[in-house]
């Protein structure tokens, strides 16, 4: 069993033993990972992260909240660094209208550079998509052409959502809230979404899943949970669920890339 965690910041500070954190994860049966980059020095951390790793990819973008900073400079430099072999999707990137530390015209603007960034080098796309389900779609659905394939991570919507997304041939990947006890839509979705379009994802160092959610740094490691709680749930041997997931995140991530 090899599981790969679909999403999280092995560059942030809580993680400056990372050789502790990987072998941690390795014991538990994560060998795989995608470092998320959130602004520009993070993406190049990011990528500088995956070079050292055999099992380890990068996406490299602007985060919503950071997107105050994405003039065309910028987003080039994030281009640029989109082109190192160990990069293998675009993001995060999208819409938060739950927070404003950049405004929503400046998050649209961004999430509209990416999504070309990734069309002209044939790459997917890593949404980032909180409480603007509605304005992420009117967006995507304008630029969609193109477009090798989309995650929403961190997955918030509800079944009705999820089939929209679903229709449109995208795929969703869950954190460790499908475990929280107030995450019943979450646990919906988790049963409804077919196996060749799930994922999942740590998130870290956030969202420690139960029954770890006392531990403040979630880690790699913890992904385990996550995918014992999502195989129970859908009534599924973890060992099967396991490869099914993974094989999901392979096929997304890491096809070969086509000139």
């Known amino acids: 069993m090899n599981l790969i965690d679909a999403h999280c910041h092995l560059t942030y500070e809580p993680f400056a033993d990372i050789d502790a954190v990987i072998r941690r994860s390795i014991d538990a049966g994560v060998t795989g990972w995608i470092t998320i980059g959130t602004d520009l020095a993070d993406s190049q951390k990011a990528v500088e992260l995956a070079d050292r790793f055999e099992n380890m990819f990068a996406a490299v973008a602007i985060h919503p909240h950071n997107a105050k900073s994405a003039d065309r400079p910028t987003i080039a430099q994030i281009k640029g660094l989109a082109q190192n072999k160990k990069v293998v999707a675009i993001g995060e990137t999208g819409l938060d209208l739950h927070y404003d530390f950049s405004s929503p015209q400046q998050q649209q603007d961004s999430f509209v550079r990416h999504l070309e960034i990734a069309k002209e080098l044939n790459l997917p796309v890593v949404i980032h998509s909180r409480e603007a389900f509605d304005e992420t779609m009117e967006i995507l659905e304008a630029h969609e052409s193109g477009l090798k394939g989309l995650v929403f991570h961190c997955y918030s919507g509800d079944v009705r959502q999820t089939k929209i997304v679903l229709d449109k ?49 979630n880690e790699p490691a913890l992904l385990i949970h996550t995918a014992r709680f999502i195989a129970g749930l859908r009534g599924m041997e973890f060992t099967k669920f396991a490869e099914a997931v993974t094989a999901t995140t392979m096929q997304f991530f890491l096809p070969p890339r086509q000139s």
């Not at 499908?178 to 019943?184: P, S």
């Not at 740590?202 to 969202?207: E, G, N, R, V």
């Open 169 to 217: 041939g995208w795929y969703i990947s869950l954190t460790g809230v499908v475990t929280f006890k107030n995450a019943e839509t979450t646990r919906e979705v988790a049963k409804y979404v077919p196996l060749d379009r799930l994922m999942i994802e740590t998130d870290a160092p956030y969202l420690s899943p139960e029954p770890m959610r006392k531990q403040k740094v």
